[in-house]
């Protein structure tokens, strides 16, 4: 079937700190890949995504390159900060809709 | 102007109760969604609807019935609401159904069920 995993949280970081969230997909064909975060009491915005290999899609000092060769699709940033806190999803897409990733809960201390 | 709206956003009920929830978007997309996000923050896609017509329906309950209006609007009816049933419900919508299509979601219903 078509799913992603990503590590389990939560993940407690001090600000500046460098953040990687892991997510591996399996699929059948070529899927997009997407992260998306969830804000305390919100619903679920895009944060960026991929659709071919190699792409790396990046926002908001986020950034995650789509590797076929690992089938990966790991969310990275160099500098988090307090903001940052949130439930962060992976994602993919064959058509008709997203299959998630369990989230992983970041919490940024000051 | 919100671009996905449900109501209501909370809402607490007894067993055996039934209850809808309704989602609105003005976005002119024609594919909209039905998410159960349950208490570990697991997200499961139930239903989806492209321009009125079903082309998703997960294995759910049937006392669980999506009604689609027109295609700015989907509806989650529950028929004998169950302990079970409590988690977040989001409705999302997207432009099309293709790959690489980004969701907008709306701010959940927080659904109770004693």
């Known amino acids: 079937g078509n799913s992603v995993t990503q590590m389990e949280g939560p993940v407690t970081l001090s600000e500046e700190a460098f953040l990687t969230i892991n997510c591996t997909y399996t699929?059948?064909?070529?899927?997009?890949l997407f992260w998306y975060v969830q804000y305390p009491g919100e619903g679920l915005q895009l944060l960026l995504k991929?659709?071919?290999?190699?792409d790396k899609g990046s926002n908001k000092g986020f950034e995650a390159t789509y590797r076929k060769e690992t089938t990966s699709f790991h969310l990275e940033k160099g500098s988090v900060q307090v903001s940052d806190s949130a439930v962060y999803f992976c994602?993919?897409?064959?058509?008709?809709?997203?299959?998630f990733g369990k989230g992983t809960s970041l919490l940024v201390t000051p | 102007d919100t671009a996905v709206s449900q109501t209501p956003k909370y809402l607490v009920t007894q067993m055996g109760n039934d209850k809808s929830i309704k989602c609105e978007q003005n976005?002119?997309?024609?594919?909209m969604y039905w998410y159960k996000q349950d208490s570990k923050k697991f997200l499961k896609i139930m239903f989806s609807?492209?321009?009125?017509?079903?082309?998703i329906n997960e294995t759910v309950p049937n006392r669980f019935s999506p009604k689609s209006p027109d295609k700015a609007h989907l509806n989650l009816h529950i028929n004998s609401l169950e302990l079970g049933d409590s988690a977040v419900y989001f409705c999302?919508?997207?432009?099309?159904?293709?790959?690489?299509?980004?969701?907008?979601f709306g701010s959940g219903t927080q659904l109770s069920v004693l």
């Open positions: 999302a919508s997207s432009q099309g159904t293709g790959l690489g299509e980004k969701l907008f």
């Open positions: 699929a059948t064909g070529y899927p997009s």
């Open positions: 991929a659709t071919k290999a190699d």
């Open positions: 994602a993919l897409s064959i058509g008709y809709a997203l299959n």
């Open positions: 976005l002119g997309h024609d594919t």
């Open positions: 609807y492209n321009n009125k017509e079903l082309i």
